[in-house]
């Protein structure tokens, strides 16, 4: 009996999706909503996910600096958090960089992966 071993990876579709609703799920455990529009794109040992609209009307009125510092300082104390939420979605995350521009309402994370991952090639 030949075993398929493509059959249990995923596409990179499939993760690049399961990384937004790990990502999105974080947002809204830790900031109580999650973001209006969120992508996703592996790229060699790097995952880029953008998130819009992911601050709130108050928390865009603490002005720029203050709503940085906050969100950096929420990341960085559950860094860990997000990094297994990012593992769960079948990525190898050693590391988050993050930064947020309050005047766009645009976020980015990259996320440093120890190996490229093993992706599932479609066949049609």
Not at 39 to 52: D, E, P
């Amino acid at each position: 009996m030949e075993v398929d071993l493509n059959s249990s990876l995923k596409t990179k579709g499939e993760v690049e999706s399961a990384l937004c609703d790990a990502v999105s799920g974080f947002y809204r455990e830790h900031f109580g909503h999650g973001p209006k529009d969120i992508q996703a794109s592996l790229v060699g040992r790097m995952a880029l996910v953008h998130l819009r609209g992911g601050t709130s009307r108050y928390e865009r009125n603490m002005g720029s600096e203050l709503l940085k510092s906050v969100r950096e300082r929420v990341i960085s104390s559950a860094r860990q958090v997000l990094l297994d939420a990012v593992r769960d979605a079948g990525l190898d995350a050693e590391y988050v960089f993050y930064d947020l521009s309050a005047a766009t309402n645009d976020e980015v994370m990259v996320f440093s992966l120890e190996r490229e991952p093993v992706l599932r090639v479609r066949r049609f």
